[in-house]
């Protein structure tokens, strides 16, 4: 295996969250409405035929805001709560990571030509969307899920 960095690796957005919240905050985002606007010309609307029949989708988006922010690369306290063990970047959803890559999975409200009404997408607008995937019971986790009891209470009132 080579220490070599690995070359660059480019995405282009393939659309735009519009409306919803226009700051980040940390908790309820459940409730929050939005819109995701194919801005990408090489797709329209047949790129969203079929999304009317699945409830949820997941959307690959960009953390955009505050990208002046230092990356984390190594283990903090979450939400700096020193009650809360120190844990790996890799350990939480911060947006501070390495790639600032944020993956979250929202309703679907309606399919409206090249852009979906969605609701709680935990992303502000005028998020660059990377990519958006339907929600089937097939690619959900298969057995039990664990998880830390500190996890649990930062999402307790996330949505």
């Given at each position: 295996m080579s220490?070599?960095?690995?070359?660059?690796?480019?995405?282009?957005?393939?659309?735009?969250?519009?409306?919803g919240r226009a700051e980040t905050t940390k908790d309820g985002w459940g409730p929050n409405r939005s819109r995701i606007e194919l801005t990408d010309p090489r797709l329209g609307a047949d790129s969203l035929l079929g999304l009317?029949?699945?409830?949820?989708?997941?959307?690959?988006?960009?953390?955009?805001?505050?990208?002046?922010?230092?990356?984390?690369?190594?283990?903090?306290?979450?939400?700096?709560?020193?009650?809360?063990?120190?844990?790996?970047?890799?350990?939480?959803?911060?947006?501070?990571?390495?790639n600032r890559i944020g993956v979250s999975v929202c309703r679907v409200l309606a399919v409206d030509g090249a852009a979906l009404a969605v609701e709680g997408l935990d992303a502000v607008d005028g998020t660059p969307v990377l990519d958006i995937k339907p929600v089937w019971r097939g690619t959900l986790p298969r057995g039990e899920l664990r998880e830390p009891a500190w996890a649990s209470e930062l999402m307790a009132n996330y949505w």
């Amino acid at each position: 295996m080579s220490n070599t960095p690995a070359a660059p690796v480019c995405f282009t957005p393939i659309g735009v969250v519009r409306g919803g919240r226009a700051e980040t905050t940390k908790d309820g985002w459940g409730p929050n409405r939005s819109r995701i606007e194919l801005t990408d010309p090489r797709l329209g609307a047949d790129s969203l035929l079929g999304l009317d029949a699945v409830s949820h989708i997941e959307v690959v988006f960009l953390f955009h805001v505050d990208a002046d922010e230092p990356v984390e690369t190594g283990a903090r306290h979450p939400r700096n709560r020193s009650d809360w063990p120190r844990v790996g970047i890799f350990a939480q959803r911060g947006r501070m990571r390495p790639n600032r890559i944020g993956v979250s999975v929202c309703r679907v409200l309606a399919v409206d030509g090249a852009a979906l009404a969605v609701e709680g997408l935990d992303a502000v607008d005028g998020t660059p969307v990377l990519d958006i995937k339907p929600v089937w019971r097939g690619t959900l986790p298969r057995g039990e899920l664990r998880e830390p009891a500190w996890a649990s209470e930062l999402m307790a009132n996330y949505w």
